[in-house]
């Protein structure tokens, strides 16, 4: 195999492994940089370039983490759809592939992620609003409370309407309509 440069050094030659290392880290800084675990993205990073599905116990030595960690990296990464189950085993254990398309595991981490935003903030401003309407109308509050909960409540309606767009947003990001993915070039695949 012929070797490049090293990345770090700039002199002695690197090896595939090497330069591999580089992305893994770099891709683990970036997802950490969105609110990941930095070994998540590691893991994903490993599994990006693997040419085969891995199986929990490939993993957690590849990445001397324990079965627990790894199975909450696994879930994590799972749920923001980073690394998908496969329905086929090998010897009766799961099999797990990371989405490798850039575009798609983009699509699938920030959806989730602001979907989860959408839900947790909506679910909490639709539980508060009725009370805190019930307040403005209540002949017993006082002026000063009443003008303090009509600030609020315009705020959350404020938030309603963010959120309403965020779910468009959202919508329009799963569905992939925000993108086109670039020509690929013939003589950059060559």
Known sequence: MKRASNPDTGDTPATQEQIRGKIIDAIAQTMDL????YSFGQLYGVMFFE???????EMKQHMNMSKSNMSYAVRSLMDSKMIMKLD????????????TDFFKAFQN????KLQREIDVMLGAINEVIPPL????????TEEEERQLCLKDL?????GIDYYSWLQQFVDGLRSG??????IEDADATS
């Open 133 to 140: 309407s019930e307040m403005i109308l209540a002949k017993e």
């Open 88 to 99: 086929e085993k090998q010897e009766r254990k799961d099999l797990y592939v990371a989405e």
């Open 51 to 57: 040419d085969k599905p891995m199986t929990l116990e």
């Open 34 to 37: 969105y609110g990941a675990n």
């Open 109 to 112: 981490f920030f959806a989730a």
């Open 154 to 158: 315009h705020k959350l309606r404020h």
């Open 177 to 182: 309509s925000f993108f086109q993915k670039p």
